[in-house]
């Protein structure tokens, strides 16, 4: 299995910034991408970003300009840096990632997700 655990959530100003983090840990044997997703009440999850083990990147036009997502010094960490955030921001955060794990002894695809963390943007 592999598990996600995502850190960095608050409460922040409009035109603030966070950082949050996510690490991947478990039977890992290798990350073909990560991605940070958000869900706001009453609407649906979106993709905020992703980047591929290549380190290319995808962002969604909302935040293009603004997120930069990247990967940590440990390959199995994903970091996603908002700067100028909006009120309109304000969701659960996310992080997934997708690769292969190690299970009795063979080779599987995994698709996991993290608790999510909250983002709040307000004054």
């Known amino acids: 299995q592999v598990q996600l655990v995502e850190s960095g959530g608050g409460l922040v100003q409009p035109g603030g910034s966070l950082r949050l983090s996510c690490a991947a840990s478990g039977s890992i044997f290798s990350i073909n991408a990560m991605a940070w997703y958000r869900q706001a009440p009453g609407k649906q999850r979106e993709l905020v970003a992703d980047i591929t083990s290549g380190g290319q990147t995808t962002y969604a036009d909302s935040v293009k300009g603004r997120f930069t997502i990247s990967r940590g010094n440990d390959k199995n960490t994903v970091l996603l840096q908002m700067n100028s955030l909006k009120p309109e921001d304000t969701a659960v955060y996310y992080c997934?990632?997708?690769?292969?794990?190690?299970?009795?002894?063979?080779?599987?695809?995994?698709?996991?997700w993290g608790q999510g963390t909250q983002v709040t943007v307000s004054s």
């Open positions: 997934k990632a997708e690769g292969l794990l190690v299970a009795a002894a063979q080779l599987s695809p995994y698709s996991s």
